[in-house]
């Protein structure tokens, strides 16, 4: 299967707990995506890495969040001190920037499921 | 902000029936719209529309875009028990995509 991979798949921690999320992208995809999923809304963007650059940031990212993707290719999401509201869906998506509207198809992972307790 | 609004929030079909998703936004810099289709996991990819009035169809499934009055309709015809799912509008700008909340579509047998 060469699609977006997401690790792990679910994950349960206490308030206070730092967790780490990791998302291989489509091995051809330069843009990378991270997005959050509560339950009856859509995703919505936390961040976004074209290569090994992050280039935008949300506002909903807040200092609790930090992102990396040091070779350009997988991708890490590390929440510290985690509070009750960070409970949600953490998405992962990519896409390749190749001029025009194509990179806007972003292909999106089986996402990681964060309960905070 | 990027406003994506889906309507109706759900409905209820029986097998066979034709249904008709509507999805109006307000983005700036518009580049793309999507159409996904969820089912308890990742949303899988759908139709991209650029153009207004050219209808993209993938079996069953249709979609057009209206630039000038910044809607989108997806229609699913004949549907069929797997078509349950909740099917999310995302309208492209700059860099990200900005997601409506999504319309649950339930077909019973």
């Known amino acids: 299967d060469t699609g977006v991979s997401q690790n792990p798949r679910h994950k349960i921690t206490k308030r206070g707990q730092n967790v780490t999320f990791r998302c291989d992208p489509i091995s051809e995809h330069n843009r990378l995506y991270w997005y959050r999923q509560t339950l009856g809304q859509g995703p919505e963007f936390l961040t976004y890495f074209q290569n090994e650059a992050q280039l935008e940031k949300s506002r909903l990212l807040s200092d609790r969040f930090s992102a990396e993707r040091p070779k350009g290719s997988f991708s890490t999401l590390e929440i510290q001190r985690t509070e009750q509201g960070d409970s949600a869906m953490y998405l992962c998506?990519?896409?390749?920037?190749?001029?025009?509207?194509?990179?806007?198809?972003?292909?999106f992972g089986p996402g990681t499921r964060l309960t905070v307790l | 902000e990027d406003k994506v609004v889906q309507s109706p929030l759900s409905l209820v079909v029986h097998e066979g029936d034709t249904v008709t998703l509507n999805c109006s936004y307000e983005v700036t810099n518009f580049r793309s719209l999507l159409w996904y289709k969820q089912e308890k996991k990742a949303p899988t990819f759908l139709f991209m529309l650029t153009s207004s009035g050219i209808e993209k169809k993938s079996g069953r499934l249709s979609s057009i875009l209206d630039k000038k009055e910044l809607f989108s309709i997806l229609n699913i015809t004949a549907t069929q028990t797997g078509d349950s799912a909740v099917y999310l509008c995302a309208v492209a700008g700059d860099y990200k995509l900005s997601f409506g909340a999504g319309t649950t579509v339930t077909v019973r047998a």
């Open positions: 998506a990519s896409s390749f920037t190749s001029g025009g509207a194509g990179r806007d198809t972003q292909y």
